[in-house]
């Protein structure tokens, strides 16, 4: 029996149909994975999603670990977080299905990252017991499931982590008996394997991770014997080498860089907690390209304040602009977030 759908489109070459269904739009992309096994499994490789990058056929959506509600004043200390999504070229908000194994409420403090349009959700204490959990979850966005991947190695909390060509990487944190670490692993989507890395060359509570360019810098923390002496310092590791260098005075100021590290001109990184009085509590920052959305509020327990800034040719952030009509349900301060490329 001759295979159906032998050509991409019937009648075309291949050349000019992936063409086409590179430009199909994301809301469509469920319909098309159905169409048949040679769409489905073009429109789930890392050949496609490069190839819409490289096309600018991509848009970028920050994806927010937010509580679901909040009243201002409140001194609730274990709210319950949902994903939300902003797109910042509409201006709309939209809001992650719950996974299964998470019906009702994420981990507290569960970082998330994302690389070739999926996003992977990790670590975290569990909300009854406050117990480290292990547990990796994926969203794809164009099926828009959930599914389990390997568990992280070893309980670690408070870690850096970034995503970058399909791979996630993980460094520093602390141990279930609150010791930091050095260690440094990295999780490959496609393969759903993890891999030790060689260790950075300090101990890092409590630090930041941030992709720049093909680097994964790991950003200040603290030694398990200076709890909260946040390290000037940063080390960056390079993809492509496999090698760490240390970099010396590039967080300044002694505060935490969690959630509110961002990156400058010439790699300058930004402390948007203090750079911004409006959302100087419970920072976050999501870079999305061009742009930078900035949340939080001008103090603890005030109202929700997000900013969107857009940088400008010499690499310099202009004025931000207040969103200020954001729907009531996404106005719960964001704990962590990325950007995700679809």
Known sequence: MMTQFQELIPGLPDDIALECLIRIQTPAYLAATGVCSRWRNLLKSGEFSHLRKQNRLT???????????????????????????FDSATRSWDRVDSSPVYPTRLPLFCQVASSEGKLVLMGGWDSENYEPVTRVLLYDFLTRRWKQGKDMPS?????????????IYVAGGHDSDKNGLNSV??????????????PMNQVRDECQGLIIGSEFWVISGYATENQGE????????DVNLGEWTQVEDVWLGGGSPRSCAGVGKNKELINWASSISEVRFRTCAIE???????????????NGVFLLGKKQQDGKYGEFEKLVDVPDEFSGFVQSGCYVEV
């Open 230 to 237: 946040f390290k000037p310092s940063a080390e960056v590791y």
């Open 288 to 302: 999305l390209g061009d742009r930078v959305l900035v949340s939080g509020s001008v103090h603890e327990g005030g």
């Open 155 to 167: 309980k670690r909390s408070f870690f850096a982590i970034g995503g970058l060509n399909g791979r």
């Open 59 to 85: 848009r970028s959506y920050a994806c927010l670990v937010q509580a679901k509600s909040e009243t201002p004043g409140s001194k609730t200390t274990s709210p319950e977080f949902d994903i939300s999504i």
């Open 185 to 198: 692993c990295v999780y490959d989507i496609l393969e759903d394997e993890w891999t030790e890395l060689t």
